[in-house]
């Protein structure tokens, strides 16, 4: 019920009646909105995040091929001058081609071993004991002001502004800090619907445009 106080020719009435509706959407958007999250970084996030930065984020197959594309030119090049040569001289035989298999595998070795050194070394830096505070249990609490995450060790806070770009795949949402470092939430943790949608519209209202599209035009 909701009170309501008169004053008429300096008698005091109270009536009492229904409360008045309130528009509980635009009352929503004057709330403040804070969501907090509570989980613990595991190894297997912190190696899914390593090889997205070095191989699978934006642009970093680009620079893979084009850092690959004399290595494949010269391929190409002996390639051709070995049959040419076999060929015109009617003197081909298999050792004349031995050559292209060896530099196809020197090729594609870096590339094809890229992947599973990166895990590896993931591995080894999360196991060691020094790097051990990554994985304690935190609370992330994402708020109009930014983002503070606490655990029993340190407290620490982002603003918005702080994040450069904001990153996502099928299993994780990465807010990047600097080029190799970014807060990382596993999706997995987000425990609603409302919660995903309450996120997305902090994330949609206060990380700009650039920190969420502007890596995807430079690179």
């Not at 001289?89 to 292209?100: H, K, T, V």
């Not at 800090?177 to 902090?202: D, F, G, H, T």
Request: charged fraction near 20%.
């Amino acid at each position: 019920m909701f009170l309501r106080v008169l004053i008429c020719n300096t008698k005091v009435v109270l009536r009492i009646g229904a409360a008045p509706k309130i528009n509980s959407k635009k009352m929503s958007i004057s709330l403040n909105t804070m969501i907090s999250l509570r989980y613990a970084l595991t190894p297997e996030d912190f190696v899914n995040f390593t090889v997205y930065v070095q191989l699978e984020a934006p642009g970093k197959k680009k620079l893979i091929y084009k850092s690959l594309r004399p290595l494949i030119i010269i391929f190409a090049i002996v390639c051709i001058y070995n049959i040419s040569t076999a060929v015109s001289s009617n003197s081909a035989s298999p050792f004349d081609f031995i050559g292209i298999p060896i530099i196809l595998f020197l090729l594609l070795f870096p590339m094809l071993s890229a992947k599973p050194r990166l895990k590896k070394q993931a591995l080894q830096f999360a196991g060691n004991v020094e790097n051990a505070g990554i994985f304690n249990i935190s609370d992330h609490v994402f708020s109009e002001t930014g983002v503070l995450v606490k655990d029993v060790v340190k407290e620490t806070r982002f603003q918005w502004n702080a994040f450069i770009k904001k990153q996502e795949t099928a299993a994780y949402i990465y807010l990047f800090i600097q080029s190799n470092s970014a807060l990382i939430i596993p999706k997995k943790v987000i425990r609603s619907e409302v919660e995903r949608e309450e996120l997305a519209k902090l994330f949609a209202q206060y990380i700009s445009f650039d920190a969420e599209v502007g890596h995807l035009v430079k690179n």
